[in-house]
């Protein structure tokens, strides 16, 4: 499998702050990237899908890609504790296949 | 529109027991569905992507002789965890997807929590 990084720890953020995740992939063919939320116990649910350099906004969620430095990140704007969650980076390659990060654990601080 | 459920939500079984896992698309066709799992504070594996028709292709390192799946309609995928032993708890999270014309994006099951004794 491809590998997607996520080195960041357990991320706590005031609520109405911002939070910000890292990912790289390994893979520079790589064309399709999205962020999962995972709540503790449960499946993920897809928040963002980014495929063009750039920046992609949907309500509080941002999502960035640089495929150059093979990296992507999520902004999470006014956080509430309801974002208290895992957030998986993950990252599309052969015959639709997905390949996840580690994840980072935010945790909002009413 | 596009949901996914699996069946059942946690089993617990004995060791050296089969556990069969059910995913189904609710709304509709998939041709192609994956397996996952997941362990504590790890994140999602890929084990196999299930073929509607014809056989599973396993992800290296996953034993297709211990995790047989079976993909024989458009909506039904299962997952038969053979012979279970406790290193084998885990939660298993199936999806399909992307629909045809559709967004590029899989759907993901509520997931199955096995637990082996």
């Known amino acids: 499998q491809k590998e997607v990084e996520q080195n960041s720890g357990p991320l706590s953020v005031p609520e109405g702050a911002i939070a910000s995740l890292n990912c790289t992939y390994s893979?520079?063919?790589?064309?399709?990237f999205f962020w999962y939320r995972q709540y503790s116990g449960k499946s993920p649910e897809l928040i963002m899908s980014?495929?063009?350099?750039g920046d992609k906004e949907d309500g509080r969620f941002t999502a960035q890609l640089n495929k150059a430095s093979q990296y992507v990140s999520l902004l999470i704007r006014d956080s509430q504790p309801s974002d208290s969650a895992t957030y998986l980076c993950?990252?599309?390659?052969?015959?639709?296949?997905?390949?996840f990060g580690k994840g980072n654990q935010v945790v909002v601080i009413p | 529109g596009a949901v996914v459920s699996q069946h059942p939500s946690r089993v617990i079984c004995k060791s050296g027991t089969s556990v069969k896992i059910e995913c189904r698309s609710l709304?509709?066709?998939?041709?192609?569905m994956f397996w996952y799992r997941q362990f504590p504070k790890q994140s999602l594996m890929l084990m196999a992507t299930?073929?509607?028709?014809?056989?599973?292709?396993?992800e290296q390192g996953v034993e297709k002789d211990k995790f047989l799946i079976n993909h024989a309609s458009l909506t039904l995928s299962t997952l038969t965890v053979t012979s279970a032993h406790p290193e084998d708890s885990s939660f298993y999270i199936c999806?399909?997807?992307?629909?045809?014309?559709?967004?590029?994006?899989?759907?993901f099951g509520p997931g199955t929590r096995l637990t082996v004794l």
């Open positions: 999806s399909a997807g992307p629909l045809a014309g559709g967004p590029n994006t899989q759907y």
């Open positions: 893979d520079r063919g790589s064309q399709s």
């Open positions: 980014i495929y063009s350099n």
């Open positions: 993950a990252v599309r390659w052969g015959n639709n296949r997905l390949a």
């Open positions: 709304d509709f066709q998939a041709t192609t």
């Open positions: 299930s073929n509607e028709g014809s056989k599973a292709t396993y």
